[in-house]
């Protein structure tokens, strides 16, 4: 049984003073804490709902919002000659195996000379969400779509966001079109933006995806059934990996954050697995950067006020010189992404082990990204870690709000109209998207805590491998690798970020994701 203020297994104080069960009696602990949990998933939603309304957020839709919800009845269906049919292309959307909001889909097309054109179609959700209705309110509101294990939250309501302005396969809907063709070597050579219909011809999902290009698996199902797809995905693939290399040697950064998801059987969480970059993930990042740049550079063009999303060049560059110096890195006195890309590539292929925790500190240290309004005529500040200088984001407007505003502002300067917001609303808007995106990340952030610590609540007691992550004030930090979670550590001599332990769990917290271990051995 546990008691306020008791001392953990080994007659240990709790490391954080009492926040939670600390269980004398090893044995006894997962009866209890499967009477304490018996609907785990239902929990963590529960939690979810009350970290989105202590950060801000509004986890419901407001009644006004679902009345206008009743009286939309089908997919967006315009037509004129500004709107061109591309419906018999070869478009294929690729996304995680659980998405069910596609925003985007691609095609390509091999041109005279080795060059390719590739067109990226997002989803016109502007059709049906028109400014200032309610709907478009509760998404001002929250500005982006927050993921959980347990419960999604999103920035739509999900009649829309996985039906009638997703893109969903065998469907035929609105959407924007970006035209981009490059050179052999990666490089852009014309660039457009138009408005056409398109279909779905496969939806297909990243690790499958990823599988086959490496030669791990076979060809997804859903592309096999449709003529020409094998050949559009090598191509597209072929294109995304020299763009990549090109924004490498340009000196976009290549982190490996920690992202572990939960996995569910019914109600238990019965895993959680951390979320791997690969083939598929990076083909779609690349084509997506691609095309938010396009559109900033037309906005710019059109000498029209825009929203751009950047990572100002780091205030705190010193610290990372110092950090880098720490394992032998040498870099330059003044920001520069390319020295610090050579850097983290050196240290990926040295220490992949201690590589996210690296990658970590080194995001921290850059500062998070942010949202502003570029006027005509205004600087450019670009975004250091992707070494661009033009991104706008406009590529998932069903989840996140800033993407549906480009959408508007780029309909209104193909059309010729006024901008649909003043210079002053977009400033509002971009402060807005900024500080919600943060407690939207902070909300997720503490759910993940929460779903490590609800698996390991049973496991008390047992013995983990895992690496030291943080020592400061007092405090030492440490992230188990089987399952993926991080918690807070009683050493039993001074450790060093990096050094490998063996972590005894002692107590978890569910409902303040807490996980503390104590060192053996």
Same mark, same amino acid.
Request: hydrophobic residues 35%.
């Given at each position: 049984m546990a008691f306020p203020g008791a001392r953990g297994p080994g007659g240990l104080a709790h490391p954080r003073g009492y926040d939670g069960p600390v269980y004398l009696h090893q044995e006894t602990a997962p009866a209890m804490n499967r009477a304490l949990h018996p609907h785990?998933?239902?929990?963590?939603?529960?939690?979810?709902?009350a970290a989105m309304q202590e950060r801000g957020l509004q986890p419901e839709f407001p009644p006004s919002a679902l009345r206008q919800l009743d009286d939309i009845k089908a997919p967006g269906d315009e037509a004129g000659p500004d709107i061109a049919d591309l419906t018999h292309l070869l478009w294929c959307s690729i996304d995680n195996d659980d998405s069910r909001d596609l925003d985007q889909l691609s095609v390509s097309e091999v041109l005279p000379g080795g060059g390719v054109r590739l067109l990226v179609a997002i989803a016109d959700v502007d059709a049906l969400v028109k400014k200032n209705t309610p709907i478009d309110r509760h998404a001002e509101h929250n500005t982006t779509s927050v993921y959980t294990s347990a419960r999604i939250f999103p920035m739509l309501p999900e009649k829309l966001s996985t039906n009638l302005t997703s893109l969903n396969p065998g469907e035929e809907r609105l959407a924007m079109v970006t035209e981009m063709d490059f050179a052999p070597d990666g490089s852009l050579r014309h660039a457009r933006i138009h408005r056409a219909q398109v279909h779905n011809k496969a939806q297909l999902a990243y690790d499958a995806v990823s599988a086959w290009i490496d030669g791990q698996g076979p060809l997804p199902e859903a592309a096999a059934a449709v003529p020409g797809m094998e050949?559009?995905?090598?191509?597209?693939?072929?294109?995304?990996?020299?763009?990549?290399?090109?924004?490498? /040697?340009?000196?976009?950064?290549? $982190?490996?954050? $920690?992202q572990p998801r939960a996995v569910f059987e019914g109600e238990d969480v019965v895993d959680i697995r951390q979320q791997e970059q690969n083939r598929a993930r990076q083909l779609i990042e690349e084509l997506m950067v691609a095309a938010n740049g396009v559109t900033a550079r037309y906005l710019r063009s059109q000498r029209r006020a825009s929203l751009q999303r950047v990572v100002r060049s780091p205030e705190r560059w010193a610290r990372i010189v110092e950090v880098a110096a720490d394992r032998g890195g040498d870099l330059p006195p003044e920001p520069d992404s390319r020295a610090l890309e050579l850097f983290l590539a050196r240290e990926h292929r040295r220490d992949p082990l201690r590589f996210p925790d690296l990658?970590?500190?080194?995001?921290?240290?850059?500062?998070?990204?942010?949202? @502003? @309004? /570029?006027?005509?005529?205004?600087?450019?500040?670009?975004? $250091?870690?992707?070494? @661009?200088?033009?991104?706008s984001h406009s590529t998932a407007p069903n989840r996140r709000f800033p993407d549906l505003i480009t959408q508007r502002l780029l309909?209104?300067?193909?059309?010729?109209?006024?901008?649909?917001?003043?210079?002053?609303?977009?400033?509002?808007?971009?402060?807005?998207?900024?500080?919600?995106?943060?407690?939207?990340?902070? @909300?997720e952030r503490r759910l993940r805590k929460s779903e490590a610590a609800l698996l390991? /609540?049973?496991r008390i007691g047992e013995v983990f491998d895992g690496v030291v992550t943080g020592v400061a004030k007092g405090k030492t930090w440490v992230r188990i690798f089987s399952p993926p979670a991080e918690g807070l550590l009683m050493p039993l001599q001074p450790l060093q970020v990096g050094q490998r332990v063996r972590a005894k769990l002692q107590s978890t917290n569910v409902e303040r994701g807490f996980i503390d271990f104590e060192q053996v051995g």
């Open positions: 785990q998933k239902a929990e963590l939603a529960d939690l979810a709902v050949g559009q995905l090598r191509t597209q693939d072929s294109m995304a990996q020299q763009l990549r290399a090109n924004r490498r /040697e340009q000196g976009a950064l290549e $982190f490996q954050t $920690f990658s970590l500190t080194i995001i921290k240290l850059m500062g998070r990204g942010e949202y @502003v @309004v /570029e006027v005509p005529g205004g600087s450019k500040l670009g975004h $250091f870690g992707l070494a @661009v200088k033009d991104y309909k209104a300067t193909l059309a010729g109209e006024h901008a649909p917001y003043s210079t002053a609303e977009l400033q509002h808007l971009a402060d807005q998207c900024t500080r919600q995106e943060d407690a939207a990340n902070k @909300v390991l /609540e049973s």
